[in-house]
C-alpha cells in the first residue's frame, strides 16, 4: 500500500459502495453522520478534565446505573446527528427506556433503525481509561413512512446491515463491517478525517489472552472456573498460563483481543442471572464485528447473532473472540455446566 496514500472514511465508503450499484448511498449517508457524531463526542472526550463533563449527572438510565455527564451528552449527541441524517426512523439507546421514534415527513422515510450503546465503560469515564461507543443497523421492517415499530428493533442479530465500534483510546479508532470484512479508521485530528489504518481485520484463531471480571470468580458457573483454572495451568504447546486482561470497557477489551487473539467472557453471576452485557446493542453488534474478523460469538452454548430478541434491553452471557479458545469454554461449559 502506498505509505503515503491516505484513504478517508469517505474515500473507502464511496468506493465500496461502487461495489453495489444498486447502493442508493444510505447507508453510506448514514455512517458519515455516525462518525461526525463520534468526533463531537471525541472532542469532548479529549478535554474532559478541563470541561465540565466529567463525573455524575444525578439522574438514573432505565438500567438503574447513575448516568455519568459523557453518558448523556453522547447519547444527544448520535440522537440528533443521525435524526438529522434523515435516513433512520428510530433510535434504540441504552441510556433510553423504549426506542426513539423520529416522527417528522423526512425521518419517516428513513429505511434503517439504529441501536446504540452510546458511551460504553462509563465506569472508566472519570479515571482517564478508554471507552467506546457500539452500534448496530437494521433495515426497518414496518412500511416506510409509516411509524417504527418495536418490531423494528427486536430482529436477530443475523438481520444487522452494519455494525460498529468507536474506541476513544490513545488514538480515536472507527471499526465497522457492514458484512464485506472490517475495517479500522484512525481518526487524524490534524485533518478531522478518520483514515484507514487496518484493513479486512483478521483475528487470530488461538490467542493467549483471557478477559473476565475474576472478582466475580465464586459466583460463576463450574464450567467456566474450569476454564480459568485452564487458562492459568502451564503447558507449554499450548503457550498456558495464558495473560489476564481486563479493562471493563467491553469495547477496549474487544478491540485489543481481536488484533492479538484472545476470549472476553461475562457469564452469568447471581446479581446478572442473564449476564451483564446487553444483547441488541453490545452483544449484537460486536458477534457481527467478530464473526467478520473469523471469530465466535455466544452465550456459551448458542451463537449470539441467532438469539431471537424479546425485549430492547434484554441481556445474555457472553462469550467471544478466537474461535478455538470459545470452543474450548463451551466445552467446559457441556461438561461442567
Ligand atoms: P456501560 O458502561 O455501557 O454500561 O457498559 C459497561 C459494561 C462493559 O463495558 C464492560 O465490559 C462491563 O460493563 C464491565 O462490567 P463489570 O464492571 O461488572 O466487570
Ligand atoms: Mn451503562
Ligand atoms: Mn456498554
Ligand atoms: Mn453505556
Known sequence: MNPFKVTTL????LNSQAQFPDAEGDLTHLLHH?????????????????VDILGEMGTSNIQGEDQKKLDVF???????SLHS???????????????ILFDDDVARKGKYVFLMDP????????VNV????????YKRKSPIGEKATMDDFLQPGTEQVAAGYILYGSSTMLVYTTGQGINGFTLDPSIGEYCLSNTLIKTPENGTIYSINEGNYLKFPAGV?????YCQEKDEKSHRPYSSRYIGSLVSDIHRNLLKGGIFMYPVIDNAPHGKLRLLYECNPIAFIIEQAGGRATDGKNRIMETKPLSLHQRTPFFCGSSNMVNKVEEFIQVFG
Not at 469517505?10 to 465508503?13: A, L, Q, V, W
Not at 435516513?87 to 441504552?94: G, K, P, Q, R
Request: hydrophobic share 40%; aromatic share 8%.
Open 10 to 13: 469517505n474515500e473507502f465508503i
Open 34 to 50: 455516525v462518525g461526525t457524531a463520534a468526533k463531537i463526542v471525541n472532542r469532548e472526550v479529549n478535554k474532559a478534565g478541563l
Open 74 to 80: 453522547a447519547n444527544d449527541h448520535f440522537i440528533n
Open 85 to 99: 441524517c434523515g435516513e433512520v426512523c428510530a433510535i434504540a439507546s441504552e441510556e433510553n427506556e423504549s426506542f
Open 119 to 126: 458511551l460504553d465503560g462509563s465506569s472508566n469515564i472519570d
Open 130 to 137: 478508554s471507552i467506546g461507543t457500539i452500534f448496530s443497523i
Open 225 to 229: 472456573k474450569q476454564y480459568i483454572k
